[in-house]
């Protein structure tokens, strides 16, 4: 990176790669890594998380003129939404051509009511994909984010633009939506 782009603050870049394509690099060079290390924690595949980063900064590349900053908004948690978004188009093509089961982090079956008459886990996880499905889209979108991604809070308040106080309703809700779901499934069956 160029001596004077480092001190450079992120928007700044972008907006100045716009005109000049070569300043972009300094962008890619700051968050390269942290956007491996994110994608790698969501996809577990190092070829898909780097076709997904390279990916993210084309994306990032060919929307700076739409970036704007906000209050709490900053370039880091507007670029790893687009980063977390391609991800899980990604996950979705890749469990659709696969068929691959949901794999959920033990955490969620903890949260749910008792579990006691399904006895395999994969059962466990199908079941559970099939309740999550029956969420809005705002709160299957947490409950993924944090349980089935492993998200901390703070990191979703920072992907999504709220704060954490938000986030941790938003999962409380999701949680007791889930259970109401679980129990209405079964007093019909």
């Not at 450079?8 to 790669?17: A, G, V, Y």
């Not at 968050?31 to 900064?57: G, H, I, N, W």
């Not at 709490?72 to 089961?101: D, E, M, P």
């Not at 944090?146 to 409380?172: P, S």
Request: aromatic share 8%.
């Amino acid at each position: 990176m160029q001596e004077e782009y480092k001190e450079m603050r992120d928007e700044d870049l972008l907006r100045l790669s716009g005109d000049h394509p070569s300043v972009f690099e300094a962008l890619v060079e700051r968050y390269q890594a942290p956007f491996l290390r994110k994608a790698m924690r969501v996809l577990r595949s190092s070829e898909d998380a780097e076709d997904v980063v390279q990916e993210t900064f084309t994306k990032i590349y060919l929307n700076a003129a739409k970036f704007e900053p906000q209050a709490g908004a900053t370039f880091s948690s507007w670029g790893y939404k687009i980063l977390l978004n391609t991800c899980f188009t990604r996950h979705q093509k890749r469990k659709r051509v696969t068929g691959s089961n949901v794999y959920l982090d033990t955490e969620i079956f903890h949260n749910l009511p008792d579990l006691a008459p399904v006895r395999e886990q994969n059962e466990i996880r199908d079941m559970v994909a099939s309740l999550l499905a029956h969420l809005p889209k705002h709160l299957h979108r947490v409950l993924q984010l944090h349980f089935l991604m492993g998200y901390r809070q703070q990191e979703i308040a920072e992907m999504e633009g709220e704060t954490v106080g938000a986030v941790k309703t938003r999962i409380f809700r999701a949680k007791e939506e889930l259970r109401r779901i679980y129990m209405m499934q079964n007093s019909v069956k």
